[in-house]
């Protein structure tokens, strides 16, 4: 398994329904596939929009670097949550004018005496648990309300909203499909498990609330057996004769940061880079006209691109009644 075979089934796909080019949206991980597929088959895309995009380069050949550069993301997003939050004050509720102190000793009490909930499906909340919830909610503004009433309500002893939180988290789909593609795509070093070892201490060092999403964390992907040899190896690009691609991106997407996407578009070459200027992790299905409105006529007739340059912005208020 590999997103190259991905690609080979899109293109599979593509053939089934009688296109002679392929028209596609890719979306976070999909913009792998959709970047695969344009470096791999580039005469049969017809139009492909690649909305929060990855780095697949980075990811691929450098994937220590691409975690790095996504718990920095992560990072600066909750920063961002907790000064929204302190902006709002008691529309947020949450920490008064410090919200990132009080999130951080919530924390430190919780790492220290876990709460017992009552709940025999989760008997403990931890600090753990809080964490989690501070990454899915980083995904997307429209979480920052809930996710900031959970805390408001644990340091009133209530632990039903976060435990709701945690209940409904994100559904990811096969884990299992995907740990064994990342497994093959990325090229993590096979060992020696020290080096993951001092990449985690390095991590914690680095990133305060979310250093655990690198370090051991990929210690089985880089063990993973198995490999591809129809992967793909080569050079990301996708050239001037062929159909252009429209990458959108948002300026503070925490899963795949914008840099990511600059860079996609550079390794791309023939490639037309849409900014929206928002928070999260959803660009295109935000709704938002001023991208869905160009790219939908990009997808019409092929060809039409936003200017150069072209960016959009998210003025919505996350804590807005």
Known sequence: MSTANVARDVDLLR???????????????????GATYASMFPGRVRAMVLASAVDVRTDR????????????????????????CAAAGTRCGFG????????????????????????????RLTGDDVREAALAAMYSPRRWRDFAAALTAITAGQLATMLELLAGGDDFGSEDQRFAVLAVDQGFARGPV????????????????????????????????VEDGDAFRGRFHYPDGA?????????????????????????????RLLTYQADGHASLTSGNPCLVIPALAYLTDGTTLPPVGATCRDDTDPFAP
């Not at 053939?15 to 596939?33: C, E, F, M, N, P």
């Not at 220590?64 to 992560?74: K, T």
């Not at 990458?247 to 550079?266: E, F, K, W």
């Open 15 to 33: 053939q089934a329904v009688g296109d002679r080019k392929l028209t596609a949206i890719g979306a976070s991980y999909g913009t792998a596939i």
């Open 61 to 84: 050949d450098h994937p220590v670097d691409g975690g790095e550069e996504q718990s920095a993301a992560f990072e600066d997003e909750l920063d961002r949550f907790f000064a929204r």
């Open 96 to 123: 008064g004018t410090d919200p990132e102190d009080a999130f951080d000793d919530l924390l430190a009490r919780l790492d220290r005496q876990p709460l017992p909930t009552g709940d025999p499906s989760h008997p």
């Open 194 to 225: 020290a080096g993951y070892v001092h990449d985690s201490v390095h991590a914690y060092r680095m990133f305060p609330h979310f250093w655990w999403v690198n370090g051991l964390v990929n210690l089985n992907l880089a063990l993973w057996p």
């Open 243 to 271: 159909a252009p691609i429209l990458v959108i991106s948002n300026t503070h997407d925490p899963a795949t940061p914008y840099a990511g996407a600059r860079q996609l578009v550079a390794d791309l070459g023939n490639a």
